[in-house]
T-cell receptor, first 109, second 116 residues
């Protein structure tokens, strides 16, 4: 079983639409990171959230860490074709880091 | 500043051969992590190393797989007597700090191993 559950698993939208993807767990994390991975490349770190309730913005991307530090969301405003990729969340728990299976986002022109 | 480097990017081996994957961490990083990724899946942790030490190999198969991070040179993930099920992308990541909550890992571009 996955320690981190990401949903949806696949998402296909039109350019300009908004979207939210989720990362959920029954475990409390000391911090959580979001990565984006493009085909044929390694994951690239987008953000780290540490404090419960924390919100971080990176241009059109908004990341939120749940109050209880068990879940996180990533919201993208006005998606662009360049946002296409696999979005992975990774959580720290007891000096152990584990990845979710990812949300595969396709933004169509 | 050079990022994490991995080579080769693509590796083809026949069943029964050995595969050696190399990872040079980012400058100033002394902690290395290896992950395996199957198509359409997330990353599975394999092993965590510091210079000359294996800290956690709980994710690595007990047989045929080994890893090292010598005092000089890159970290190496070695797979002996490869089987078709070993075909995957293998990613290396590095960090500056010991493995504690909150630090950030930086990933290399991966080595795609194909076993024929």
């Amino acid at each position: 079983t996955q320690l981190l559950e990401q949903s949806p698993q696949f998402l296909s939208i039109q350019e300009g639409e908004n979207l939210t993807v989720y990362c959920n767990s029954s475990s409390v994390f000391s911090s959580l990171q979001w990565y984006r991975q493009e085909p044929g490349e390694g994951p690239v770190l987008l953000v780290t959230v540490v404090t419960g309730g924390e919100v971080k913005k990176l241009k059109r991307l908004t990341f939120q860490f749940g109050d209880a530090r068990k879940d996180s969301s990533l919201h993208i405003t006005a998606a662009q074709t360049g946002d296409t990729g696999l979005y992975l969340c990774a959580g720290w728990n007891n000096n152990d880091m584990r990845f979710g299976a990812g949300t595969r986002l396709t933004v169509k022109p | 500043n050079a990022g994490v480097m991995q080579n080769p990017r693509h590796l083809v081996r026949r069943r029964g051969q050995e595969a050696r994957l190399r990872c040079s961490p980012m400058k100033g990083h002394s902690h290395v992590y290896w992950y395996r990724q199957l198509p359409e899946e997330g990353l599975k942790f394999m092993v965590y190393l510091q210079k000359e030490n294996i800290i956690d190999e709980s994710g690595m198969p007990k047989e045929r797989f080994s890893a090292e991070f010598p005092k000089e040179g890159p970290s190496i993930l070695r797979i002996q007597q490869v089987v078709r099920g070993d075909s995957a992308a293998y990613f290396c990541a590095s960090s500056t700090q010991p493995r504690q909550g909150g630090y950030e890992q930086y990933f290399g571009p991966g080595t795609r191993l194909t076993v024929t």
